[in-house]
């Protein structure tokens, strides 16, 4: 009796983490929601739910199928793995520096990303995988910058912040000048890539960067343990034998790839690193930020955003960035009242 008695809260605990929270179980049929939403919704297209039948059936038309599996689905399948990617980027940012405004929207590192891409255009031209290296590189130039400066004995939450937005703010700077230098053609395509968009989404661009994006996610998923130890300060997490320094820089590593990887394919998609973490906090009403919640309330608001791009405007297809910077300048400002106590 005495060998089972301790392991009696360790086995509740067990069966409990094995329960989906409701949570999670709304945001995934909100989610279904809106993938068929997405596909299906559109008086032009279908007439009617036999039309869907026939789609779904493979009896429909030839147009029909282009339209929903090769244009649509893969647009679809882009925001979903992106918005995911965004979202435990944010979760990894803002687990580290221990605050809600430490996204890589707030931090410059999706500007980092973006100097990248621009740099890798005026060399280079218009070459994706360039421009995903690009990505790559300027997102963990601006992180080692934020890292040096921001760096006295230790990383403050706040400091990383503060310096994160200067960092951000000079290196807007330097991507306007270099807008300016190039050529018109490389310029245009550069003003046209920074909103933010979906538009023209084919698999042959989305699986490649899927492939990515998840393999990035898995090993934010392998580092949660550490990441968690690390939210109880160094010290405690050093004291239970984790490598601070090492592993802090592995999970900076992979949360500025997630971000660089979405900035190479989509530009700058601003508010989903910050805002779903938060809100899948609050959803599941939790001290902590959950990677597995992140990812889907990431997912959900950037489909979301995309399907108000595409249908909210009469005969026009806004950029997804426009619409997620204009909620999460809102957002911003409510976060930024809160932590003010303002």
Not at 91 to 99: D, E, I, K, P, T
């Amino acid at each position: 009796m005495k060998n089972t008695l301790p392991h009696a809260p360790i086995k509740h605990q067990a069966v409990k983490n094995t329960i989906i929270k409701p949570s999670k179980i709304i945001l995934l049929l909100l989610t279904l929601l809106l993938v068929f939403a997405t596909l299906f919704i559109d008086g032009h297209l279908f007439k009617n739910q036999q039309d869907i039948w026939l789609l779904l059936t493979g009896e429909a038309d030839r147009y029909q199928s282009i339209v929903v599996w090769q244009w649509r689905a893969s647009r679809l399948f882009a925001a979903l793995i992106i918005g995911a990617g965004l979202g435990v980027s944010g979760a990894v940012f803002q687990s580290l520096v221990r605050n809600p405004l430490g996204s890589p929207d707030i931090t410059g590192f999706n500007v980092g990303a973006f100097t990248g891409v621009l740099i890798s255009i005026a060399v280079f031209g218009n070459l994706y995988w360039m421009s995903v290296l690009g990505a790559i590189l300027g997102g963990l130039f601006s992180a080692i910058l934020v890292y040096i400066f921001a760096y006295r004995d230790s990383h403050s939450g706040f400091r990383l912040i503060i310096v994160g937005i200067a960092i951000s703010a000079t290196l807007t700077a330097f991507n306007q000048w270099l807008s300016l230098t190039v050529s018109l053609e490389t310029a245009m395509t550069a003003a046209l890539w920074s909103a933010g968009t979906l538009n023209g989404m084919t698999w042959s661009r989305v699986l490649p960067a899927a492939a990515l994006i998840s393999a990035f996610i898995v090993c934010a998923f392998l580092m949660n343990t550490r990441m968690r130890l690390l939210e109880m300060g160094d010290d405690t997490a050093a004291a239970l034998g984790v490598s601070v320094n090492r592993s802090r820089l592995v999970l900076m590593f992979v949360g500025v790839a997630l971000t660089a990887v979405a900035t190479a394919v989509t530009g700058p998609i601003a508010f989903i690193s910050l805002a779903a973490p938060q809100i899948a906090r609050r959803l599941e009403k939790s001290a902590n930020v959950s990677l597995g919640s992140s990812a889907l309330v990431g997912a959900l608001l950037l489909l979301c955003a995309d399907f108000i791009a595409q249908h909210g405007w009469e005969g026009s297809t806004l950029p997804v960035g426009l619409v997620t910077i204009s909620l999460g300048g809102i957002y911003l400002v409510y976060l930024i009242m809160r932590e003010g106590k303002l």
